[in-house]
Nanobody, 125 residues
Framework: VQLQAYGGGLVQAGGSLRLSCAAS????????MGWFRQAPGKEREFVAG????????YYANSVKGRFTISRDNAKNTVYLQMNSLKPEDTAVYYC???????????????????WGQGTLVTVSS
C-alpha cells in the first residue's frame, strides 16, 4: 500500500488544519492507521490512531481534545483534524499503517509497516 500525506502548512496559534492521508493499493479499512509527528531534533512520536475496525481511537495526551482522527472508507483516506493549534505542534506529520490486525492501537513506530512521506505543519505564535 502507498500512503500520501498532505494538507500541512503555516497557521497561526489557535488556528486549525486538516491533514489527509490517501491510500492506493489496498483499502485502509483493513489497517490500523496512525498519525505521528517529528519535530526538529526530536524523535518521531505518536499523535493519534484509529483501530482497523473503526471502533476505537487513541490520542497522545498532548493533543487529546484538540485533534480528531477519522476515516472515509469511500475515499480510502484518513484525516487528522487539528484545532487550537499551538507552536509546539510544529512538526512534520506522517501517516502510517499497521497491517497486523492487532487487538489494540499501538503507539510504537516499529509496528507500522507503511508510511507516508510526511507533511510539514508550522504553527506561528
Amino acid at each position: 500500500v502507498q500512503l500520501q500525506a498532505y494538507g500541512g502548512g503555516l497557521v497561526q496559534a489557535g488556528g486549525s488544519l486538516r491533514l489527509s492521508c490517501a491510500a492506493s493499493g489496498r483499502t485502509l479499512s483493513s489497517y490500523t492507521m496512525g498519525w505521528f509527528r517529528q519535530a526538529p531534533g526530536k524523535e518521531r512520536e505518536f499523535v493519534a490512531g484509529m483501530h482497523w475496525s473503526g471502533g476505537s481511537t487513541y490520542y497522545a495526551n498532548s493533543v487529546k481534545g484538540r485533534f480528531t482522527i477519522s476515516r472515509d472508507n469511500a475515499k480510502n483516506t484518513v484525516y487528522l483534524q487539528m484545532n487550537s493549534l499551538k507552536p509546539e505542534d510544529t512538526a512534520v506529520y506522517y501517516c502510517a499503517a499497521d497491517t497486523r490486525l492487532a487487538l489494540l492501537i499501538t503507539t510504537d513506530t516499529r509496528r507500522y509497516d507503511y508510511w507516508g512521506q510526511g507533511t510539514l505543519v508550522t504553527v506561528s505564535s
